[in-house]
């Protein structure tokens, strides 16, 4: 080990050195990056022009010769005992090579007369049951209709309410593990279930004792001078990612090696998840992923699809595709679940919080781990804080992993609590959260947006300016904030390497999302290799690649870029070792200003540009490769999930609302956000406008919709299912702060998930600010707009 | 989506002998195919025949074109129908504006003879849907797209519009339905165009074949609980008919016209409510309302007419803020909204009252 010297702190509000104890290998600290020529500049992406002229490659233009194109057949029922599966007649329609029964469905394998008689349960409406392959898409559709499917259908219930009740109609009969998969969401072991519902989970922050936490909790909200309680609703919000979930799977001739293309934010764990499934090691699995069309969390394994079309393929000796459509998408791929919390505050006149409680039901469907309460636990200086967290189980499409799992959720009610919580005490929301947390990237974002934000000027609430002839527009402004983590995946491993042309290579198995990683790896290792970033080509997303992070948690350049700037690091000792032997110098000579400088008998050699240096190399390149090592001296508590710092996110919103018709438009939003050091201002700009727009639709419009009397879904589609377009997008203006750690060689963070974690409590603040009524329940619809008036006759 | 055969006829007259064909089973116009797709996809309809009218054209008098046309030279069946012809007596000849059915939303919204004669018209055509799908969808199919209700649209759902026996909207998830004449089936008529003309007193001329029909739009878009009306259809439309042309009458001085809708969300999304006004104001003196259309849109399973607050506006010696919040109420007199969707009933009294706004204020 030796010791580096880092700078840490807030450009702009102070940076200081500290002492690291790193690995030999690892290169010196960056300074900040206005002292840099690649990272920190906003850089377009590299793969730019390839997606904007359509010629970037996703899963759904994948055509392979004699492909097959695979249909699911889904369950009619949102509850149901199968009996009996007969696919003989579906392998009798024209074109069809091969049909079959999700064999985990069924518990045994097809017998060959294409029958099966194992009993077991449908759980959800649109639950697959079936497949079949055939020549054309219309061909395995007709075919799926002739599947015959033996049903006892069962009682049931979707709404989460009457789920609650004793005599509603059990999801699951027997105690549930939830098993999380590699994009988070599972939960705890041997919780209590009655009924339909499995907990409480009981928590405190990290480090505190539950049980002394919950009583400390009860005694200061008894105690407590000033608080606030409130429940407070949110929908179940569907991914709505623009490509589907879909996969392309072909055997080689022998039928032992498989070949898959996937729509997938994790090409290595749909690599694990099939080869442990199929019962075939992992090297003999290839997943590739030239791009994807956004996955937001529940695109991590391989998926029912992804193993009937594996199936099929073996079946049928030939390629298969599934490529889910958008209803299936809104049907049965995952969701942010639906929660009801009742958060109680406490505080002592002057605002400082004396307790946090938060108690309520997550509803995640036929899934568990429908939590929320990360925010609470995280984000307060609060010396008693206490969470119960329950699932209510109903006959729907299970949870996924959903951008910041819980903390949308979370954020909506405590960030509303605290909003009002400000009121209660006479304080301004900013003031109240400087004197209860002192994270100190919120502490800056708070100042810097709030003045970009104009909030000193804000009035109180239903007091702003008016407009309409009627007078009828009223606009307000409110502010929420949000946490999320700092998170390290350590299957991270980059590869560089250096041609004889002066070309570099940058080799890693890590998935473009869409939030477009290549550009930041070639910028660190132009920026260590003191090249163009022309000069670096980025090859990514194909698991024979040195592995990668899966992109969720917002890990994805946290974990990559500081093994690709040390692979460059090594590539680079390699070069210049190669030349001190080739010009024959006296010592190992330095790359400085893109040149190769050495001492030869003594005397500096003349600057050699790295491309006629490279040109010196005995052999055709030199390679480097390195892995993601523990964060700078941080425990490693595992092999994912380090946790090593808590990121911020502070937003303002100024709205409008309508209300004679109960419309909200969002005029801007400012967003003052971290994410360690920016490698790449542009993108991480970007990821932010996304999360704010996704935050904003969860805010105002998205809800998943299921019929109570049929447990079907109503709005599968993009025309019932409400997304934000452009109209509704509002103004957006990005503080980025430059948060220097001292953690890792890039020491860049995530910022994917925490820019979508405060929006919808910062809309909502703004709501009640414009009008003077709380609306506690999501989406904040005209209907619900109009009905708060009502109610408070305004 | 089943199979189909497509035919392309070149002329109104090869059209009609498909449409009477028997070959092949039923067959279905399309136009622009915005709606008559989305039905075959859904599952909803399973046409074995479409007929592409889209490039059908015919001179003089285009499909796809926009003209005022002489009084002298308007059709005396449109003539007829007309307003101001009552008791009786014909209505006085005048000028119309001419739509062939063809025309897209986007030559409609961006026409200027539109945009300064029935203003409505252009608007309502400019807040539909996306700029993508309006370069496609025409006139004629938006006036008789079917509903939107996210049961009938279902496959799932042998609703009573599809032949069955329940409405399940009526006790289930009816946010987006009707609040006036809503049994047997609750859902809303889904053209905004329809608003606009039916506010503007548009005449359609039909043909078929034995020979040209003309019938007031008003009459034509008919709910399931009015005479002649039935739960699976919403308008007078036969199966061997085409919508040829849409009329309406050119304004006269102080005539004008406006439109306004509520949308959830501002891009792509559906009318939560609409109203198109058309108005006659006296020529000199304080230019008070002589006459007066108010028409609700998304409301009904057919554009509603607002007449209480039609009267009401008449009647008003003047408009300020406080009468125009009365007028409001009273466009929403005697709805009955469902389970969920009385937030309607103050949404479309609010929308009423902008518009008023708009046009007195």
């Known amino acids: ?794 | 989506m089943n199979s189909f055969t497509l035919t392309i006829p070149r002329t109104i007259q090869q059209t009609l002998d498909e449409l009477s064909s028997n070959k092949g089973g039923p067959a279905r116009l399309k136009a622009g195919g915005i709606d008559v797709l989305d039905l075959m996809k859904e599952g909803i309809e399973q046409p074995g025949r479409l007929i592409n009218i889209r490039l059908l054209d015919e001179k003089p008098q285009a499909l796809r074109d926009i003209s005022e046309v002489k009084a002298d030279a308007i059709p005396e069946g449109v003539w007829r129908l007309l307003p101001g012809g009552d008791n009786g007596s014909p209505p006085p000849r005048r000028d119309c504006l001419r739509i062939g059915t063809l025309t897209t939303l986007t030559e409609l919204a961006h026409s200027a003879l539109i945009q300064s004669k029935a203003s409505a018209l252009s608007a309502s055509a400019a807040q539909i849907a996306t700029p993508q799908i309006r370069q496609v969808a025409t006139l004629g199919g938006n006036l008789l797209q079917r509903p939107r209700c996210w049961y009938f649209r279902s496959a799932d759902y042998l609703c009573a519009k599809k032949g069955g026996s329940v409405c399940f909207a009526r006790d289930g998830e009816n946010d987006f339905h009707a609040i006036f004449d809503n049994q047997p089936c609750c859902a809303v008529h889904p053209s905004g165009t329809a608003v606009a003309l039916v506010a503007l007193d548009a005449v359609l001329l039909l043909q078929t074949p034995q020979g040209e029909r003309f019938a007031r739009l008003s009459s034509f878009l008919v709910g399931p609980s009015q005479p002649g009306g039935a739960v699976g259809r919403e308008n007078r439309m036969e199966e061997d008919m085409i919508l040829k042309s849409i009329w309406i009458p050119s304004p006269a001085p102080g005539e004008q016209s406006l439109y306004r809708k509520v949308k959830h969300k501002q891009s792509f999304d559906w009318p939560l409510a609409e109203v198109a006004i058309s108005l006659r104001r006296g020529t000199s003196g304080n230019k008070a309302p002589e006459a007066v259309r108010i028409i609700l849109g998304a409301v009904a399973p057919v554009p509603y007419r607002a007449r209480t607050a039609e009267t009401m506006l008449l009647q008003s010696p003047s408009l300020d803020a406080e009468r125009i919040r009365k007028i409001g109420q009273a466009a929403v007199n005697g709805a009955t909204p469902l389970s969920r969707n009385g937030y309607k009933v103050q949404l479309v009294s609010g929308l009423v009252q902008q518009a008023l706004a708009d046009l007195f204020l």
């Open chain 1, 1 to 794: 080990m030796s010791q580096i010297e880092v700078p840490v702190g807030i450009v702009g509000a102070g940076i200081h050195s500290e002492q690291r104890e790193v690995p030999e290998s690892t290169p010196p600290a960056w300074q900040p990056n206005a002292s840099l020529q690649q990272v920190g500049k906003a850089t377009p992406r590299v793969d730019g022009i390839e997606k904007v002229s359509g010629r970037a490659r996703y899963t759904s233009d994948i055509v392979r010769p004699g492909m097959l194109h695979g249909k699911v057949l889904r369950s009619p029922h949102p509850h149901a005992r199968i009996h009996r599966i007969d696919v003989s007649e579906a392998l009798k329609m024209p074109g069809v090579k091969a049909a079959l029964a999700l064999p985990h469905l069924l518990g045994i394998a097809d017998d060959g007369s294409g029958k099966t008689t194992q009993v077991q349960s449908v759980r959800y409406y649109g639950q697959p049951i079936a497949a079949v392959a055939a020549q054309t898409m219309e061909q395995a559709t007709a075919a799926l209709g002739k599947i015959k499917v033996d049903y006892d259908v069962l009682p049931f219930v979707v709404d989460p309410t009457e789920a609650r009740q004793p005599s509603a109609p059990k999801v699951f009969a027997q105690p549930v593990t939830a098993r999380g998969s590699a994009g988070g969401g599972g939960s705890k072991d041997k919780l209590n279930q009655v009924g339909n519902v499995r907990g409480p989970k009981r928590s405190a922050p990290r480090g505190r004792d539950v049980d002394k936490q919950a009583t400390q909790v009860t005694q200061a909200l008894l105690a407590g001078p000033q608080g606030v309680r409130a429940t407070y609703k949110t929908q179940v919000q569907t991914h709505s990612a623009l490509e589907t979930h879909g996969l392309c799977a072909e055997w080689n001739r022998t039928g032992d090696e498989l070949t898959v293309w996937a729509s997938t934010q994790g090409i290595f764990s749909v690599r694990d998840e099939l080869a442990e499934y199929l019962g075939i090691p992992q090297s003999k699995v290839r997943v590739i992923t030239d791009y994807c069309g956004g996955g937001f969390g529940a695109k991590f394994g391989a998926g029912n699809y992804g193993v009937l079309a594996a199936l099929l393929a073996k079946e049928a000796k030939a390629p298969v595709r599934i490529m889910l459509d958008r209803r299936e998408e809104h049907l049965a791929v995952g969701n942010r679940p639906g929660s009801e919390q009742t958060v109680a505050l406490a505080a002592a006149a002057d605002g400082k919080l004396t307790a946090i409680e938060v108690k309520g039901f997550g509803f995640g469907g036929a899934g568990a781990g429908a939590g929320f309460g990360g925010p609470a636990l995280s984000m307060y200086d609060c010396p008693a804080v206490y969470v119960e967290e329950s699932d209510v189980f109903t006959h729907s499409g299970p949870l996924a992993a959903f951008r910041a799992p819980g903390h949308p959720q979370g954020a909506f009610a405590l960030e509303q609590a605290m909003d009002e919580l400000a009121e209660r005490l006479h304080l301004d929301p900013v003031a109240l959260r400087d004197k209860n947390d002192s994270h100190p990237a919120r502490k800056e974002q708070r100042q810097r947006a709030a003045s970009a934000f104009g909030w000193a000027s804000r009035t109180a609430a239903g007091q702003g300016k008016r407009s309409g002839k009627l007078g009828e527009v009223r606009r307000g402004s409110g502010m929420a904030q949000g946490c999320w983590y700092h998170l390290v995946n350590m299957d991270s491993s980059a590869e560089v390497r250096i041609h004889r042309d002066g070309s570099v290579e940058v080799l890693t198995g890590v998935q473009d999302i869409g939030s477009g990683i290549r550009t930041p790896l070639a910028q660190v290792v132009a920026e260590e290799l003191q090249v163009p970033i022309t000069k670096v080509k980025v090859t990514i997303g194909d698991t024979r690649l040195p592995p990668g992070p899966g992109s969720g948690g917002s890990v994805t350049t946290a974990s990559i870029t500081p093994a690709a700037r040390e692979a460059a690091f090594a590539a680079k000792r390699a070069l210049l070792t190669e030349l001190q032997a080739v010009l024959g110098l006296d010592k190992v000579p330095e790359l400085t200003g893109g040149a190769v400088v050495g001492v030869k008998a003594g005397k500096p050699t003349a600057p050699l540009p790295f491309d006629k240096a490279c040109a010196r190399m005995r052999r055709a390149e030199v390679l480097g490769s390195a892995t993601r090592g523990p964060d700078y001296g941080a425990t490693v508590t595992g092999r994912r999930g380090q946790f090593a710092a808590q990121l911020g996110g502070v937003q303002f919103a100024e709205v409008e609302v309508n209300t004679l018709t109960g419309v909200v438009n969002v005029l801007r939003i400012v967003a003052g956000h971290d994410c360690g050091r920016p490698v790449n201002p542009l993108l991480i700009e970007n990821q932010i406008h996304g999360g704010i727009i996704q935050g904003l639709s969860y805010a105002l419009f998205e809800e998943r919709r299921l019929d109570p009397k049929t447990g079907r879904i109503l709005n599968g589609n993009f025309e019932q299912y409400k997304v934000a377009g452009a109209l509704d997008v509002p103004k957006i203006d990005v503080i980025l702060l430059e948060d220097l750690r001292g953690r890792s060689s890039t020491d860049a963070s995530g910022i994917g998930e925490p820019a979508t974690v405060p929006t919808a409590a910062a809309i909502a603040n703004a709501v009640y600010n414009a009008i003077g009524v709380r609306i506690r329940e999501l989406p904040i619809t005209p209907a619900k707009v109009l009905a708060a008036l009502a109610s408070a006759g305004k």
